[in-house]
């Protein structure tokens, strides 16, 4: 069965988790594709409420398999803390797998996260300091580890010490940082390999078997296309590629498989962390969508900069990505507002427009200026609906403005936190 890739069209923070979640009933296979425990997935259901890292969203599927893919950076405390907690609720792990070819977040990268924060100065990127981003720098420069490291304890001994010789210099010498004992480093992450060594696994006959069955493989990925280090608000960006090349790459899944791009993207516009972000200009409607919205990092705690739908960047991203159709989520925040906002171009010289379809470059984003279109708002709640036909004549409207501009069809709609709260679009 084709694939299908679940990637956010915005800075992230979209609700990937709760159409993971929504899709893994069907699913034979989820598969984790890039990322870290850096962001959160937060998910609502029968179960309660989680924020997974690291473990796949369609772990709450009693016969749906979960894989972290061989593009993720596994810090196996988080994931071992996670598993236990799915436990604690009663929500069973016994499908979850890790790929062998997994990076490996180790001690001394949290340390470096924040030290090249600190010595970042003004020009800091915001970055959560968990280690994520020196982690793929590390496995970009051939000295990482490896999940697969964890299986053999000499060798694992032997990768560390090799892998110190490269970093403890540029903690003392660089840094002014103490050294890192690989001694202990070695005793401490062996006994954490106990809890994931039966789970490690050549994810390549996995992936094999699991688009050879009749039901979809359905692929995760972390944050949006604006994070993205290649497409992205480049230096403002993550470490890993949310896109579908990213999804194909880190859960070694054929390009030619994946058939279906859904894009999430929220019924306005979040980012936590720096950069440049235009449409959150407008503070007003931002500081109350932020309230309204609960828009806060979901493992930081960090406040989210909130303002209208950007469809530049969506439009944008949408193109990069090859997405498919929009699963559109929290358009019941927008509840009682008198007009909804869509950002449709930007400013950024005098005389100088960008419009939906164009995009500009970092430096001029920097300084650019939304331009916004007015629609009528709602005062009928769509919070908890389940059919279209009961959604209010102007919320229909705010939507097929936004597939107008976006140029894809919104196929899910999300009207609440739960599970349930999804409206299926044609």
Known sequence: MPATAVIGVQWGDEGKGKVVDYLGSDASLVVRFQGGDNAGHTVVNSHGTFVLRLVPCGIFHEGTRCLIGAGVAVNPRTMLSE?????????????????????????????????????????????????????????????????????????????????????????????????VDPDAVVEQYWALGAGLRDLIVDSVPVVREALADAKPVVLEGQLGVMRDPDWGTYPYVTSSSPTPGGAAAGAGVPSWAITRVIGVAKAYSTAVGEGPFPVGEESEIGAYLMDRGREYGAVTGRPRRCGWFDAVAARYAVTVAGVTELALTKVDILDGLDRVGICIGYQVGPGVTCGVGDFPTVRLLQRAKPVFEYLPGWTTPTAGIRNAAELPAAARAFIRRLEELVGVPVRLLSTGPNREEVIRLT
């Open 83 to 179: 598993m236990d907690r799915l436990a604690d609720h009663g929500v069973k792990t016994g499908g979850l797998l890790v790929d062998r070819r997994a990076t490996l977040v180790m001690p001394w990268h949290p340390t470096l996260d924040r030290l090249e924060e600190e010595a970042r100065g003004e020009a800091f990127i915001g970055t959560t300091r968990r280690g994520v981003g020196p982690a793929f720098t590390d496995k970009a420069g051939r000295w990482g580890l490896k999940v697969e490291d964890l299986l053999e304890k000499d060798w694992f001994a032997r990768r560390v010490r090799q892998s110190l010789d490269l970093v403890n210099p540029l903690l003392t010498r660089r840094f002014g940082a103490p050294a």
